[in-house]
C-alpha cells in the first residue's frame, strides 16, 4: 500500500501539473483566462465537461479567494480511495481468521479444548480483523500524509477547499472533509469484513468466503443500479454502504432513502452477520474435525 502512494504521488508530481496550479499576484488575471478557455474547449467539445471546474473558478473570482496550490492534504484526500485495497485485504484476512483453523489440520480442537468459551473466542478473532482494518486505514492516512508533504508541502494547518457541493460549489475545511471520508470509509471497511466473517464462519472456507465477498464488493453497486428503478431495493445491504452519498455532491440511489434509514439498516445487516456467526460457531459439532 505505501508502494502504491509512492507511485501516486510521482504520477501527480511529474505528470499532474502541479506547478502549473500555482498563482501568482496578478492570479484573477490567470484565472479568468483559464476560465475562457476551459468555456472554449466546452463548446468545441459539445458537451458539459468542464462544469466544475468553471463553476469553482467563477466562485474564486467573485468571492476574491485566491486558489491554494496542491499540497498534501489535498493529496489525503484523493488517497481517501485506496480504502478498496484496505477492504481486499481485510476480506482477505476475515475469510481465512475462522475457516483456516478447520483447514490446519484441525487446530480448532486444539483451540477449543483450552478453558475459553466460544463465544470469547470468536469475538476476539472478530475483534483482531477489525483492529486489523482500522491499523490499516491509518497507515494509509498517516503514509499519505506524510508522503504528500515530501512531495507537495502543506498550506497550512487546516485550510480551506472549495469544492462542489449539494447546493453548488462551497468552502469547506479539508480537515473536516478529510476526517469525513475516511470516517465514512470505516463503515464500508466493517460491513465488508463482518459479511466475509460470517461467511467463512458458516462454510469453513476461504475461498467461498473472499470470492463471494470481494464479487459482491465489486458488483454490488451495478447490482443497485439494475434495481434501483425498485422501492424495495433500499433494503439491499450494498445500497447503503456508501454513506457519502448523503454527503457533498452525492445524492441517494433512492430518492426515499435517508442517512438515518442507512444507518439502521447497516446496523440490522451487522446484528444479523455477527448472531449467524455466533450460533454457527457456537453450536457446531467439531468431533469430526
Known amino acids: 500500500m505505501a508502494a502504491i502512494i509512492l507511485i501516486a504521488a510521482l504520477i501527480v508530481f511529474i505528470f499532474g501539473e502541479v506547478d502549473q496550479q500555482q498563482y501568482g499576484d496578478d492570479w484573477q488575471t490567470q484565472l479568468a483566462?483559464?476560465?475562457?478557455?476551459?468555456?472554449?474547449?466546452?463548446?468545441?467539445?459539445?458537451?458539459?465537461?468542464?462544469?466544475?471546474?468553471?463553476?469553482?473558478?467563477?466562485?474564486?473570482?467573485?468571492?476574491?479567494?485566491?486558489?491554494?496550490p496542491y499540497d498534501t492534504w489535498q493529496f489525503t484526500l484523493e488517497n481517501a480511495g485506496?480504502?478498496?485495497?484496505?477492504?481486499?485485504?481485510?476480506?482477505?484476512?476475515?475469510?481465512g481468521i475462522i475457516s483456516n483453523e478447520f483447514r490446519w489440520g484441525g487446530t480448532i480442537k486444539l483451540l477449543?479444548?483450552?478453558?475459553?468459551?466460544?463465544?470469547?473466542?470468536?469475538?476476539?478473532?472478530?475483534?483482531?480483523?477489525?483492529?486489523?482494518?482500522?491499523?490499516?486505514?491509518?497507515?494509509?492516512?498517516?503514509?499519505?500524509l506524510l508522503v504528500g508533504l515530501i512531495f507537495f508541502g502543506v498550506?497550512?494547518?487546516?485550510?480551506?477547499?472549495?469544492?462542489?457541493?449539494?447546493?453548488?460549489?462551497?468552502?469547506?475545511?479539508?480537515?473536516?472533509?478529510?476526517l469525513t471520508q475516511y470516517g465514512l470509509n470505516v463503515v464500508t471497511l466493517i460491513m465488508m469484513a463482518t459479511f466475509a466473517f460470517m461467511i467463512s464462519t458458516l462454510f469453513r472456507s476461504s475461498a467461498m468466503?473472499?470470492?463471494?465477498?470481494?464479487?459482491?464488493?465489486?458488483?454490488?453497486?451495478?447490482?443497485?443500479?439494475f434495481l434501483a428503478d425498485y422501492e424495495w431495493t433500499k433494503y439491499i445491504l450494498f445500497a447503503n454502504t456508501n454513506l457519502g452519498q448523503y454527503f457533498g455532491s452525492?445524492?441517494?440511489?433512492?430518492?426515499?432513502?435517508?442517512?438515518?434509514?442507512?444507518?439502521?439498516?447497516?446496523?440490522?445487516?451487522?446484528?444479523?452477520?455477527i448472531l449467524v456467526s455466533w450460533l454457527s460457531f457456537a453450536k457446531r459439532d467439531i468431533a469430526g474435525h
Open 155 to 178: 498550506n497550512g494547518v487546516n485550510p480551506n477547499i472549495v469544492q462542489m457541493g449539494s447546493d453548488g460549489i462551497e468552502e469547506v475545511s479539508i480537515l473536516i472533509e478529510i
Open 250 to 273: 452525492g445524492s441517494p440511489i433512492i430518492e426515499s432513502m435517508t442517512l438515518g434509514f442507512s444507518v439502521a439498516v447497516l446496523i440490522v445487516y451487522f446484528v444479523i452477520f
Open 209 to 225: 468466503a473472499i470470492g463471494l465477498a470481494i464479487f459482491l464488493m465489486f458488483t454490488g453497486n451495478t447490482i443497485i443500479g
Open 82 to 95: 485506496l480504502s478498496m485495497l484496505i477492504s481486499l485485504f481485510t476480506i482477505i484476512i476475515a475469510a
Open 33 to 68: 483566462t483559464e476560465t475562457k478557455d476551459l468555456k472554449d474547449s466546452q463548446e468545441e467539445m459539445e458537451f458539459m465537461a468542464f462544469d466544475s471546474e468553471i463553476a469553482k473558478n467563477e466562485y474564486y473570482l467573485e468571492n476574491d479567494i485566491k486558489p491554494q
Open 112 to 144: 477449543l479444548i483450552r478453558p475459553i468459551s466460544r463465544t470469547k473466542i470468536l469475538f476476539s478473532k472478530f475483534v483482531s480483523v477489525l483492529l486489523f482494518s482500522l491499523t490499516m486505514l491509518i497507515a494509509l492516512f498517516v503514509t499519505s
